[in-house]
């Protein structure tokens, strides 16, 4: 899901326009004749200027990230989530000793805390100045209203990422759904392609899941689906694509470093999704298993995927035929 401790944007971005955000630190600086206006991102990672006052859209975003126990102004308002005026650094105590104040002489800063829409720190919107100053209320009125116009446009990412992560993920198990399998699965090729490393898709399916369903109905099989899809999230790397292509058929797309693990990784699955079902009271069931992996030319996913389906329906063949022996 949407992450907010990241770095919000990777150049001019895409869904809402930076340039609006510098011409608002450029008014704010003009109305309050500062000489320099900051947009700040704070993440656990540190603090990162978005925005300079008066730099244009050629540095966004140029600018390097201090660690997060730099003694900063900033710093302080994004720990108590208020706003901080100081008009006179240097003959207060508090704020003497700070680097932006010896170092670049900084005598009066303005900050205030900007938001996520559920209400986490995004970052600081902040002002400074070299000579003392004397800001009034309806000063940080102003620069308030302005805040807001910032915060709209965070809400507007976070609902868009909101709206894409659903439209990818399948709404009951809540990992990646075909479209979105596919997509990222041919970018893991294509990557693997330039990059000469081994891909292997795992085709996965429930054994006996339709005479679950009819026997102990439709509940009792969506928790089994549910199950299946948290056990490939645990035991599979965070790197590793996982996703539903419907009903109980489920796909994993990894990279790989040595083939012969594979037999390891699909015993695993089916091990641990025989514990995960005893522990939820689910009845046991077994899965049919079969993979494949890229060639040393360029293929499609598709053709990646079919190849993990024909071998996986050999083996639910066998273990059919198995059964059937018993």
Same mark, same amino acid.
Request: glycine share 6%; proline share 3%; charged share 25%.
């Given at each position: 899901?949407?992450e907010i401790d990241?770095?919000?944007?990777s150049g001019?971005?895409?869904?809402?326009?930076l340039?609006?955000?510098?011409?608002?630190?450029?008014?704010?600086?003009g %109305?309050?004749?500062?000489?320099s206006?900051?947009?700040?991102?704070?993440?656990s990672k540190?603090?990162?200027?978005v &925005?300079?006052?008066?730099?244009?859209?050629s540095?966004?975003?140029t600018?390097?990230i201090?660690?997060p126990?730099t003694?900063?102004?900033c710093?302080?308002v994004?720990e108590?989530n208020? /706003?901080?005026y100081v008009?006179?650094?240097?003959?207060?105590?508090l704020w003497?000793?700070l680097?932006?104040v010896i170092?670049e002489?900084?005598?009066s800063?303005s900050? #205030?805390? &900007?938001?996520w829409?559920e209400?986490?720190?995004?970052?600081?919107?902040?002002?400074?100045? /070299?000579k003392?100053?004397s800001y009034t209320?309806e000063?940080?009125?102003?620069?308030?209203?302005l805040?807001?116009?910032i915060e709209?446009?965070?809400? %507007?990412?976070?609902?868009y990422e909101?709206?894409?992560e659903?439209a990818m993920?399948?709404? #009951?198990?809540?990992?990646?759904n075909?479209?979105?399998?596919s997509?990222l699965a041919?970018?893991?090729?294509?990557?693997?392609?330039?990059?000469g490393?081994?891909?292997?898709c795992?085709? &996965?399916d429930i054994?006996?899941?339709?005479?679950?369903?009819?026997?102990?109905g439709?509940e009792v099989?969506?928790k089994?689906?549910i199950i299946l899809?948290?056990?490939?999230?645990?035991? %599979?790397?965070?790197a590793? &694509?996982?996703?539903? #292509?419907?009903?109980?058929?489920?796909v /994993?797309?990894m990279?790989?470093?040595d083939?012969s693990?594979i037999n390891y990784i699909?015993?695993k699955i089916?091990?641990?999704y025989s514990k995960?079902?005893l522990k939820?009271?689910?009845c046991?069931l077994?899965l049919s298993?079969g993979y494949?992996f /890229?060639d040393?030319?360029k293929?499609?996913?598709e053709a %990646?995927?079919?190849d993990?389906?024909?071998?996986?329906?050999?083996?639910?063949?066998?273990?059919k035929?198995a059964k059937?022996?018993?």
């Amino acid at each position: 899901m949407f992450e907010i401790d990241q770095w919000a944007f990777s150049g001019v971005d895409g869904q809402i326009s930076l340039h609006k955000w510098q011409k608002t630190i450029d008014l704010i600086t003009g %109305l309050f004749s500062a000489p320099s206006g900051y947009i700040v991102q704070v993440t656990s990672k540190g603090y990162r200027v978005v &925005i300079k006052s008066n730099e244009g859209n050629s540095n966004f975003e140029t600018n390097p990230i201090l660690p997060p126990q730099t003694p900063l102004f900033c710093r302080h308002v994004a720990e108590t989530n208020n /706003t901080l005026y100081v008009n006179d650094a240097s003959k207060n105590d508090l704020w003497n000793t700070l680097p932006e104040v010896i170092d670049e002489g900084i005598e009066s800063y303005s900050g #205030l805390p &900007i938001h996520w829409p559920e209400g986490e720190m995004f970052g600081t919107l902040c002002l400074k100045d /070299t000579k003392k100053t004397s800001y009034t209320n309806e000063y940080f009125e102003l620069i308030e209203q302005l805040r807001d116009l910032i915060e709209d446009d965070l809400a %507007l990412v976070y609902s868009y990422e909101q709206m894409r992560e659903i439209a990818m993920l399948d709404s #009951l198990t809540n990992i990646y759904n075909r479209r979105a399998l596919s997509l990222l699965a041919q970018q893991k090729l294509n990557l693997a392609q330039r990059l000469g490393f081994d891909v292997c898709c795992m085709f &996965i399916d429930i054994n006996d899941f339709k005479k679950l369903n009819d026997t102990c109905g439709h509940e009792v099989g969506d928790k089994a689906l549910i199950i299946l899809a948290d056990t490939l999230k645990i035991h %599979l790397r965070n790197a590793d &694509i996982v996703g539903r #292509l419907g009903g109980d058929e489920f796909v /994993t797309v990894m990279q790989v470093s040595d083939k012969s693990k594979i037999n390891y990784i699909m015993d695993k699955i089916s091990s641990e999704y025989s514990k995960a079902l005893l522990k939820e009271n689910v009845c046991d069931l077994s899965l049919s298993i079969g993979y494949s992996f /890229t060639d040393k030319q360029k293929q499609p996913f598709e053709a %990646l995927l079919n190849d993990a389906d024909h071998a996986m329906y050999k083996n639910k063949q066998a273990y059919k035929l198995a059964k059937k022996a018993q």
